[in-house]
């Protein structure tokens, strides 16, 4: 029986202070290695603290939480992080920024020079190794921050809402793009969104939240072959998907009029 990538059981999560926050409440789950799940709410949920506290990032109040078959106890080990912004360093090159993570954990980085021009070639960056950020989009950018993201080749992807910054043409791009290096590489990936149809577009499987705490209302398996073309967004299958998931927004009372949470 293989190991989970992620282990939820119970999990809890207060914010300490006058007003005690819960983020998260009685959260379970069991994802398996080598899906993309991609995490679903409204705002203020907890889906980034969930994202989080799976990162080491935030002490759990309450529960269990396993990441690759160990306890969590600060960041684990084989993990990558891309935020909504791209956080690259403005004065180093393209390159240079990919190969940050192996500088931080002191290793050799002549020895990735191969795994980088890779990434360059899988993303679509070969050409701009040695620009600075100020001289790339919004979209390459993002590509950038994946590429480094996946240069020490994590077990364990998490993406905290990476599009979310970008125009809705760059976005589905993105998408795209996203889902052919994920089809490469096929390491596991917890992607945050706010968007029901880009969480259906990307996502084996989808986790509901509820507000605040956030609580997990359901987990759904998108039986959608791969890859996944823009279109199918237009096919029944993928609408059945879209509306059986904007039900559960709607009796929860939230739902904007773009069909985001």
Request: aromatic share 6%.
């Amino acid at each position: 029986m293989s190991i989970a990538a992620v282990s939820a059981s119970n999990l809890r999560k207060v914010y300490p202070g006058s007003r005690g926050v819960q983020a998260l409440a009685g959260v379970s789950t069991e994802i398996e290695a080598g899906r993309f799940v991609s995490i679903l709410g409204p705002s203020g949920c907890g889906k980034s603290t969930f994202l989080r506290c799976v990162a080491g990032l935030e002490d759990i109040t309450e529960g269990d939480l396993v990441v690759n078959g160990r306890p969590v106890q600060g960041p684990p080990d084989d993990i990558g992080m891309v935020f909504q912004r791209d956080a690259l360093l403005e004065w180093r090159s393209i390159r240079k920024n990919i190969l940050l993570p192996i500088e931080f954990a002191k290793k050799q980085a002549s020895s990735y020079s191969g795994k980088v021009e890779h990434l360059l070639n899988l993303t679509g960056l070969r050409d701009f190794a040695n620009s600075y950020p100020r001289e790339l989009s919004g979209g390459m950018r993002q590509r950038a921050a994946i590429c480094r993201a996946l240069v020490d080749d994590p077990k364990l992807l998490l993406m905290d809402e990476p599009f979310g910054a970008l125009d809705a043409f760059t976005r589905d791009q993105m998408n795209v793009e996203l889902q052919r290096i994920w089809l490469e590489t096929r390491n596991t990936v917890l992607f945050v969104t706010h968007g029901i149809g880009e969480a259906v577009f990307l996502g084996d499987v989808v986790m509901v939240f509820s507000p605040r705490p956030g609580r997990l209302v359901e987990t759904i398996t998108i039986d959608l072959p791969r890859p996944r073309p823009l279109s199918v967004r237009e096919t029944p299958e993928f609408g059945r998907y879209v509306a059986h998931i904007r039900g559960l927004f709607e009796e929860m009372g939230l739902l904007n009029e773009k069909g985001a949470v």
